[in-house]
């Protein structure tokens, strides 16, 4: 059907769209049409018709305006004339005037936009400065561009690279490829007690380093020849604290350290601490070649973090290609063809190398990632709150759009004086945003575990983004109650034509997403945590309860293990105790093996623990078939092994018993298994059981002890492990571990996640439901004589509330619907990472529903209830 | 068919000798041209409306909002002092131009 006042009205939009015509004129131009249509209506022309015809003869809206513009004089600076001047400095005041008087007459609600919006911009900030702090590892380097770590892929070897290669391979490359200027090499320097004088202490801090490394590296010395200091053997280079606490305000130079008591290193140079910013860091450097090692010089022995600078202009993708060639020639093709290596550039290091063996953790972009975007959803929160508050008290300044329309403001003016106040408030918000994120970023920092600060005005492209995000949040959330507000038609609303706020389909809509995005949050958080506490109550196959660690930290004590056990064991709250190279948790090791009826380039992945005969005992392993090693068989200590069931299916032995197996590597000969263990976690949850392997290595590779202790007694017999262990070990400070601590770390990133999701979480529905406080509390207001008349009528105070919050249910309940899913695939993506999974139950998503549900109803319900139980004399005795 | 020239040129004197014989408003001006001149000059009615706007602008007529009987109130034109001027003048134009033209286009005499 055709709508003869619905053509109209449309007609009349586009007229509107022309700046040229006013309201007159509009109204002249309406008139002139329905004449027209009427007069072509009494000619007989039906409805529609009459319609087209009419506003053929009337004209296009464009050529009319076209017609009107010709009407106006061009001014000089072309200005259209009907357009006021760009600047207007007698107004500047006036906005100002009027946005500090809203601002002060409405403090509730600026103060709700303010705080919103400083929440969002707080969380922004916060986060901003980890990311720019995650983004500046290494390149504080001079020739960052150009140094590359050389890592290589074994094949056989469990892991899918490693970090560290053989010594010899870093010198090849440099003599081999012309595109390479320089190596420099790295190896852990073990914990050592460093003595001068009366000053004794424990240093793990130390790497040995080529001479070259001042030359690859940006370590600038404060003092010393950088071109000779890690020269000779016996020299070091301190760090400028480390230097500190030994020689106080002596000059180190020259002067020396003893380490372990028998070796003295000379201060050959001393460098500023290393940034917190760098993949690796160090206390002190000793000269490479004081490194005393049998395989030093060995091509398959990976212990040397190398590193290359690239001549400029090299490609690293070239310099790649070519290393595999320089092994073939030394090592002899055959040997080569297990190494795959390759190239990480060193700033790429920090957040997105995760090969074994690195340095130090790494991050990973992912979580860095993770935390931008749930920040940016806080901030979303924030910014929509501003955007339904604005609007939603678009009402209460019609009249003064209405007198400054009618003073001639054109609507873009009027535009841009309420954005400009919105961006005000944007920068009032900012101002309060860094002080908050100035308070809380000690604690953020402690929690991300790095040192955070806020960066000083030199750093000005933060600062300039931070600016750049509160003007975009400010008018992003401004430009649409800029719109409604300006579109007012004066006439309409000086004569206080103008009925209750139309719009609220897209605050609705706005609130909905508000509340989704906090549900996906709840439920995340809830997810990640749920999986957590999976974690933590599985069982892992052996018990880590009650298991201390106590570090075997030199040649004698762990020679003189076995003694200490027995003296432990005296103790009857001692129940067992195992020595060990490494333990379950990470610390396996992955070397090549050779077992029977394998070719040596086909056999699967294993790893590795090196154990003595009580270690199946004290973690309480269970032998699935076989035996467990034992004192009875001494031949166990060198030539037999235990391997898991998940080792027996992957090598295909139905029979693994009496199978043979040799590692070379480590001097082991082919030797039989003895027995076989049921499956347990020696790794995180994240990674499926996979096949290993123990063997009883010579008592001197021993780095660990694991007591187990009977529970309920665990402080007196810490005590007494402290006393024998004082007997035992004088040298070094007795220091212990949990093992269920041990293990709970492999998991502290993913507890920093669940952690940060639920402050996210918390944060977005505090900010929401300071939003939802003031729409509340606005619409309440709005309604106050609706709710005296119901109340007169007869309404009960019960359906009175209902009335005001059934809406806000409504929307909740949509929220979640929208909200499940999408958390529900988000969440379903995360826990890919972890080989064992607990079930995402339903129960989690109906639970974080109803607890947003609930928290938006309490915000709401205060201004229900208070406006139910106002007496409606009240309301309704001024009409 | 009259000269898109011819049109804008004359909108001007017409409207202003309309008006002269009273006040009046947009749509009726419209619709006395049309019947006047027999359907030959067709104003575009959009036309109309920019052209009284720069005339009032311009001090030739003046207008005021008259509320009509059921409805819309209706812009009503005058002519001013002004305008009555501006039509004598214009009138004088077009009749010297009239006079220049019928002479000129009249048949030749044989001897003149």
Redesign the interface.
Known sequence: MFDLEKAFREWERALRKYEAFEDALVADLELQLRDTYGALRSEGLVDEEAFRQASIRVGTPEKIAAEYRKNRVVALDRRKPWRPARFMPALAWNYLKTAGRKIGRQKGYTFINVAGLAVGLACAILVMIYVRHELSFDRYHANRDRIYRLATKVRGAAYEGIAKVPGPWGPAVLKDLPEVRQVTRFVFFNEALVTRGEIRSFENGGLYADPSVFEVFTFPLLAGDPATALEAPGSIVVAASFAKKYFGDEDPLGRSLTFDAKDEFVVRGILPDVPPNSHFMFDFLVSLATYRNQNRENWKWQQFYTYLLLKEGASAEGVAGKISDVLARNMGPDEAAAYSPFLQRLTDIHLRSNLFREMEANSDIATVTLFAVAAFFVLLVACFNFMNLTTARALTRAKEVGVRKAAGAARRQLGAQFLGESVLVGFMALVAAILVANLTLPAFGLLMGRPLTLPGLEAWPFWLILVGITVAASAGSGIYPAFVLSAFQPADVLKGRLSGPKRRGLRRALVTIQFAISVVLIVSAGVVRSQLQFVRARQLGFNPAQLVVLPLRDEATRTGAENLKKELLKNPNVLAAAASANLPGGGDWGVPYEPEGWPKDKTPPLRMLAVDQDFVKTFELSVASGRDFSRDHPADASEAFLINEEAAQELAWPEPLGRTIAIPVLQRGRAPVVGVLKDFHFRSLKERIGPILLFIPPPDWFTVLTVKLRAGAIPETLAYIEREWAKFDPVHPFAYSFMDERFARLYASEARIGRLLGDAAELAVLVGCLGLFGLAAFSTEQRTKEIGIRKVLGSSVWSIIRLLSGEILALVGLANIIAWPVAYFAMRGWLQKFAYRAPVSPALFILSGLLAATIALLTVSWQSVRASLANPIDSLRDE | MISKQLMAASTRPIILAILARGEDY??SII?KVTNISGGSLEW????L???L??ME?DGLISSRWVASGGG????YYRITGHGQKELETELAGWRSVWKALTKFSAPVPAED
């Open positions: 947009g749509y619709q575009t009615d959009g036309m409306y920019p052209v706007q720069r602008m819309r109130p209706r812009r």
